[in-house]
């Protein structure tokens, strides 16, 4: 009976413990409520901007954004119109209105499942499963496609930095000249040329 007894005190749970990860808990839900509502606030905020902008350049804005897979593209040419927030925002924002694919992950899911798949061909080529030179013919063609798959990767994220890093530069400098001749004649010249040229680099890859 005693043997019993202990047992069941060893089993019992400590009431300690059980209030620390209730605590745990209860902290970890407020937080989640407190960031999702902070997210909420930041994508109506970005809407209020969106929305008080005229009709043709809200038009225009939101054209970009849909046909754009870039934040940071989309970010800059939203603080090129006057916007004055966070990119967070922003992001917050296109996540909510405009899904975007994301290619590059999507590459990076499918090296991960070729390697996995080389793997499981080598072990299958060790244990006879599968004749040497079939196998190691098979292995090489499948290395080969995940190189090609990696280079990808590489072009596609180095194309996206390079043209981010250019929208980035020319977001900075058509700031300082609006800066410099503001107030002056050739302002409103300026603007319409300033629009001319990110135009144009929207359309470069």
């Not at 800059?76 to 694919?101: E, M, V």
């Not at 700031?175 to 040229?197: C, H, Q």
Request: proline share 2%.
């Amino acid at each position: 009976m005693k043997k019993i007894e202990k047992l069941s005190v060893k089993k019992a749970p400590n009431k300690e413990l059980l209030q620390d990860k209730s605590k745990s808990s209860v902290k970890k839900t407020k937080r989640e409520t407190t960031n999702r509502r902070n997210e909420l606030i930041d994508i109506e905020l970005f809407d209020a901007w969106v929305d008080n902008l005229d009709s043709s350049t809200q038009e225009s804005f939101c054209s970009f954004s849909s046909d754009n897979y870039s934040v940071i593209e989309i970010y800059l040419y939203s603080r090129f119109l006057g916007y004055r927030g966070s990119i967070t925002a922003c992001d917050l924002w296109i996540k909510n209105n405009y899904k975007k694919p994301d290619h590059r992950q999507k590459l990076l899911f499918e090296i991960d499942e070729m390697q996995e798949d080389i793997r499981k061909l080598r072990a299958d080529v060790e244990t006879g499963l599968v004749k040497r030179d079939a196998g190691v013919a098979r292995i090489a063609s499948m290395q080969k496609e995940v190189r090609g798959h990696i280079d990808q990767v590489d072009k596609f994220t180095n194309t996206k930095d390079r043209k981010g890093l250019l929208m980035a530069g020319a977001d900075r400098a058509i700031r300082e000249l609006m800066f410099i001749f503001k107030d002056d004649p050739i302002e409103i010249p300026l603007e319409e040329a300033t629009m001319s040229v990110w135009a144009r680099m929207q359309l470069e890859e």
